[in-house]
């Protein structure tokens, strides 16, 4: 089930953003809080009824543009899904918006998220060398809405 996070949420998105990203590129408390009360912010969780979250994205719009932040889906319940549902309903809201287009950055070596952006419509537009530290680049990607 997709709904909306809650600052009830928050303990739970930071394990999922320890299993999902390097110490030196996550999220702390503070950031996610300010993801989740944010106007300009739109931060989805999936939980099945009564357990733990299963995943989290966060979206952002400005203008025209609105910008997929990050998706996180718990370790052994990828694979299923999850990210896909996540990025469709972040679609869905951002066209509700007004957005033109949806982009995103990801981590060039990340082989199942950039299968999973190019299989939902979405197209490299530039490379950012060094986002993600030194060697670590990104792809910047946009799907028009």
Do not use: C
């Amino acid at each position: 089930m997709i709904a909306p996070a809650a600052l009830a949420d928050l303990e739970e998105i930071l394990e999922l953003e320890e299993g999902g990203f390097d110490e030196g590129t996550r999220w702390s408390a503070d950031a996610w809080r300010t993801e989740i009360e944010g106007a300009d912010r739109h931060v989805l969780v999936v939980r099945q009824p009564g357990e733990r979250l299963d995943g989290v994205a966060t979206f952002s719009f400005a203008g025209e543009t609105a910008d997929l932040l990050r998706v996180i889906v718990r370790p052994d319940t990828r694979r299923r899904g999850i990210a896909s549902d996540l990025v469709k309903a972040g679609r869905r809201w951002a066209t509700s918006q007004g957005a033109q287009r949806l982009l995103l950055e990801v981590e060039t070596e990340n082989a199942s998220a950039l299968w999973l952006y190019v299989k939902l419509g979405f197209e490299p537009l530039a490379e950012r060398r060094d986002y993600y530290g030194t060697g670590r680049h990104a792809l910047v990607m946009e799907v028009a809405l």
